[in-house]
């Protein structure tokens, strides 16, 4: 099977999945617990900060302290598990390519193999950090050039001029900082823009990473990375094409994820609710969040056991030991 045969690969896929029992409930333990830990967290931080808001006065301090340290951390908390559930969850699929039976104990795989997935994951955020910081240095450049840093020029070339060798420092004061903040919000598509253009092409040649440092922790992070390199090389076009066949499941994705703020879209297109704010945001956080649930359920496993079934495809196979005929009578 062949990675620029798309069809083939996703019907291997629908196949595997035919012969894995129970994975639909692997999808749904997955989504449906991620989704309750989210509204677990939301509801937490909306009652601690309940609880800062009526701490008042010196003798609270310290409670207001330990209850803001909490409203901080339990986000990331939330936000670190879910990653690690989201790496389980490939091992999940990439079991289910292979046609294992998968229980879902299978989800905690991310965290019995914390350390490499931990350090896998920084490699590949410094070189995204170090595109970011290019794209914004090289964005900035060409936004002083362009006529769209008319405005900015105008507030800060004053400035600039006023400046004297002795008092290099640019103080701005509160107005003058928000309107040059404004001046450069048409830099932003500029960066964005760059950011894709370095960064694709290098999400892409890392793609396979985690499933390969799934498929054998031992070898570790940057050899996981050396490995999705080499099967990546002269593929990624081929594993976008796959990525666009799923189009309606990423724009589904995107469609729930924008009902979460509809307590805050629909008011500004006239809509009016005979009910609280409150309400208003939780009820439809709920609701995205059980139609993400329902969502992951039905296709979450087509999707992502189909991008297993390419790792397989790359992946390099083990070569077998021949014995030659001879010597079996030679033995």
Wanted: one cysteine or more.
């Amino acid at each position: 099977m062949d990675i620029k045969n798309r069809r083939a690969i996703q019907n291997t896929a629908a196949e595997a999945l035919a012969c894995v029992s129970d994975s639909r409930t692997v999808a749904l333990i997955y989504g449906g617990g991620t989704a309750l830990l989210a509204l677990l967290c939301t509801i937490v931080t909306y009652v601690v900060g309940i609880q800062i808001r009526g701490t008042g006065g010196l003798g609270n301090m310290g409670l207001r302290s330990v209850l803001s340290t909490v409203q901080f951390v339990l986000p990331l908390a939330q936000s670190l598990i879910v990653v690690f559930l989201g790496f389980g969850y490939q091992s999940a699929a990439l079991r289910m390519a292979r046609r294992v039976n998968c229980r879902p104990d299978v989800l905690l795989d991310g965290f019995r193999r914390f350390g490499p997935l931990v350090r896998l994951s920084i490699a590949q955020s410094i070189i995204y950090m170090a595109i970011a910081f290019l794209a914004l240095y090289v964005g900035a450049q060409v936004f002083v050039m362009t006529p769209l840093a008319k405005d900015f020029l105008e507030i800060m070339m004053p400035l600039i001029s006023s400046a004297t060798v002795l008092t290099d420092e640019i103080v701005l004061d509160e107005a003058t900082l928000l309107a040059a903040t404004e001046a450069m919000l048409p830099m932003i598509p500029i960066v964005l823009i760059l950011f894709l253009i370095a960064a694709l092409p290098i999400a892409y040649q890392y793609r396979m990473s985690t499933f390969a440092l799934l498929d054998d922790p031992g070898r570790g992070a940057f050899a996981a990375m050396r490995e999705s390199r080499s099967m990546m090389k002269g593929n990624r076009v081929d594993l976008f094409k796959i990525d666009v066949s799923f189009w309606w499941f990423y724009l589904t994705e995107l469609v729930i994820g924008l009902i979460a703020y509809a307590d805050v879209l629909l008011p500004r297109l006239g809509v009016s609710f005979p009910w609280s704010d409150t309400v208003s945001y939780f009820l439809f956080y709920v609701v995205s969040l059980a139609l993400q649930t329902g969502l992951y359920y039905l296709f979450l496993n087509r999707v992502h056991v189909t991008y297993a079934a390419a790792y397989e495809t790359l992946r390099a196979k083990p070569e077998q030991t021949r014995v030659p005929l001879g010597n079996i009578f030679n033995l």
